[in-house]
């Protein structure tokens, strides 16, 4: 059996979180850096080798103590270490200290409010929440952050009992953005079109440009401020319509 912290030319795992998950009655857990692992479960962090310490499936991490080969392909139907670590890293429990866990939940929910708030309206108003009122309504809703789940997937969680406490609904806005060209032109376009998902149409009427655009609700504040210090008052932002949308939409 390989063991993680001997022999002494071995490299001594610091700095380690760990992820465990139980399968076919046996304990999984990987070795990961800290603070890596919500990075890949909410798609920021790409590569595996920034999250994994070692791409060993151990039975006890804090003895070194890696799991067989048949226990791998007992639990897991295959022995692929780095896909097996993947699994545990998509599916396994986090292990922090209670202060830690916290620590986590308290970002987590913080960048959860921010994207419901991002992504959603109040129909009747056909504006978009303050981060304020998502918060108050999620704890009425008494919403729990799932540390085994990723931004995105508690997002849509909180979003679906939001509903049950007030108007909402997830949509992007179709925006139309006018400007002079001399009040900021090229720049300010291209600042603009990076804060839209899509541009539906552009045209110059002489010598003002306007932007047919599609955002997501969060984005509406930031393009009327940067519109206005950009042209000092003078650009324009009408709200055309709301489009709806569908549950199994990519938004994120």
Known sequence: MSKIFTPTNQIRLTNVAIVRLKKGGKRFEIACYKNKVLSWRSNSEKDIDEVLQTHTVFTNVSKGQAAKKDELQK???????????????????LQVSEKERQSVLDTQLSSIINSVAALCVNPETRRPYSASIIEKSLKDAHFSVKMNKNTKQNTLEAIKMLREHLPIERSRMKLRVSFAGK??????KESVVKLANAVEHEEWEESTLHLTLLIDPGQYRVIDELVRNETKGKGLLELLELKEV???EEVF
């Open 75 to 93: 639990a897991f139907n295959k022995t692929d270490e780095t896909e097996i670590c993947k699994e545990i890293l998509s599916k396994g429990e």
């Open 246 to 248: 569908v549950e199994n």
């Open 183 to 188: 009040e900021g032109g090229g720049k300010l």
